[in-house]
T-cell receptor, first 115, second 113 residues
C-alpha cells in the first residue's frame, strides 16, 4: 500500500513570498490533516478535512494560510505572504475515518525555510 | 539530515537494553493515545496505540502502559537496537468530537552500540 505523498520535499523562499504544498493521502482515506512542526517541537494541527469538508481549522492562521481539498482526495496548503516564523516542516497525514481508532499515517513532510 | 529536535530530553541506552520513554498527558477526557517514532528527515511513523479502556498493550518488542490515575503514558522497547534511535512522540486524542491528535514535545532515544 502506497503511503502519504507530499511535494515538494524542500522549499526555500523569501519572506512575503507565497508557497504551496501538495499532499496525496493513502487511497481510500477520508480524513486528511495538515500539521506544522517547528524544529524541536511536536506536530501541531493546522487543519483537518473529512472528504472535501473542513472539520477543524481553529488553529490555522487564516490571514495568511489557506487549504483546500476540492475533490476529497488531494489537498494543497498555501501560505501567502510567508513570514520568518513559518519556517517549519509541514506534514500531511491521513486516516480512514473520523471515528476511533484514528491511526494517522504521515507523509515525509515539506521542509520550508523562509529567509 | 537536520535533526528533528535539537533540545529535546534525551534517553541514552546501550544496545540490547530495554528502554522506557515516558509521557504525561493533560486532558483526562482523552480516550485514545498513540506513540510515534520520527527519524531525521522523515514524518512520524506509527508504533502502537492504546484506548483509554485499556491499561496495557503489547506489540512487537514494544509495550505501551497507560495510567489514567496520574495521566501517564509510557513506551517500553525491549532489546533496543541502533535502528530504534529516533525522536519518540506521544499523542492524545482529546475525545471532543474532532479526531486530530495533540502531540507531546518528544524524547530523543540514542542507542549506543
Amino acid at each position: 500500500e502506497a503511503g502519504v505523498a507530499q511535494s515538494p520535499r524542500y522549499k526555500i523562499i523569501e519572506k512575503r513570498q507565497s508557497v504551496a504544498f501538495w499532499c496525496n493521502p493513502i487511497s481510500g482515506h477520508a480524513t486528511l490533516y495538515w500539521y506544522q512542526q517547528i524544529l524541536g517541537q511536536g506536530p501541531k494541527l493546522l487543519i483537518q478535512f473529512q472528504n472535501n469538508g473542513v472539520v477543524d481549522d481553529s488553529q490555522l492562521p487564516k490571514d495568511r494560510f489557506s487549504a483546500e481539498r476540492l475533490k476529497g482526495v488531494d489537498s494543497t496548503l498555501k501560505i501567502q505572504p510567508a513570514k520568518l516564523e513559518d519556517s517549519a516542516v509541514y506534514l500531511c497525514a491521513s486516516s480512514s475515518g473520523v471515528v476511533a481508532p484514528n491511526t494517522q499515517y504521515f507523509g515525509p513532510g515539506t521542509r520550508l525555510t523562509v529567509l | 539530515g537536520e535533526s528533528v529536535g535539537l533540545h529535546l530530553p534525551t534517553l541514552s541506552v546501550q544496545e540490547g537494553d530495554n528502554s522506557i520513554i515516558n509521557c504525561a498527558y493533560s486532558n483526562s477526557a482523552s480516550d485514545y493515545f498513540i506513540w510515534y517514532k520520527q527519524e531525521s528527515g522523515k514524518g512520524p511513523q506509527f508504533i502502537i496505540d492504546i484506548r483509554s479502556n485499556m491499561d496495557k498493550r503489547q506489540g512487537q518488542r514494544v509495550t505501551v502502559l497507560l495510567n489514567k490515575t496520574v495521566k501517564h503514558l509510557s513506551l517500553q522497547i525491549a532489546a533496543t537496537q541502533p535502528g530504534d534511535s529516533a525522536v519518540y512522540f506521544c499523542a492524545e486524542n482529546k475525545g471532543t468530537g474532532r479526531r486530530a491528535l495533540t502531540f507531546g514535545s518528544g524524547t530523543r532515544l540514542q542507542v549506543q552500540p
